[in-house]
């Protein structure tokens, strides 16, 4: 399989403001905290603090040059505290999903970089869950999770070191 994670580049935004669309969309699903906009879209607010601000790496992941999906990884020196990186989304197209593709988009990812990781979830976002289940024991990822509410909703957060 032809397989790419690509750091985004800031003319390519408009691309990864609709990918946003579609991933806030389907997680509007599991939370009262998602509307859709007067224009018909979801929108991440100030997507552009991505490339304003140090700490913040949006990948596209691509399959045959195609874009099927992001990544959103949090480093350093926007993480303050003892985790070096968190994995803040990762979105597949329906299309693509239950292939393998997330889970080798986290794989190159933290081949590349090493270190101590957290993932949170909404509690209520079963596949999210059932997703990162499955990448830890195929990965054979050790893991601490714990449940704590964040911007007033519940949520798991794991840790683990790679």
């Known amino acids: 399989m032809n397989f790419i ?20 969309h389907d997680l509007s699903r599991f939370t009262e905290n998602l509307n859709i906009g007067i224009d018909g879209s979801f929108h991440f607010d100030d997507l552009e603090i991505l490339w304003e601000e140090e700490g913040f790496s949006p990948y596209f992941i691509k399959h045959t040059d195609d874009i099927i999906g992001f990544l959103l990884l949090l480093e350093r020196p926007f993480l303050k505290k003892e985790n070096e990186f968190g994995v803040n989304d990762i979105f597949i197209l329906n299309k693509f999903r239950g ?27 079963q596949p999210a869950v059932l997703f990162w289940e499955k990448v830890y024991k195929q990965l054979n990822i050790d893991f601490e999770e714990r449940k704590e509410r964040i911007d007033d909703e519940p949520c798991l957060v794991q840790t683990f070191t790679v």
């Open 99 to 125: 292939k393998g593709f997330g889970k080798q988009a986290l794989e190159k990812l933290f081949k590349d970089k090493p270190g101590k990781y957290f993932v949170v979830e909404l509690l209520e976002n």
């Open 5 to 24: 994670l690509e750091k985004v580049n800031t003319k390519d935004i408009h691309i990864l403001k609709n990918l946003y669309s579609l991933y806030l």
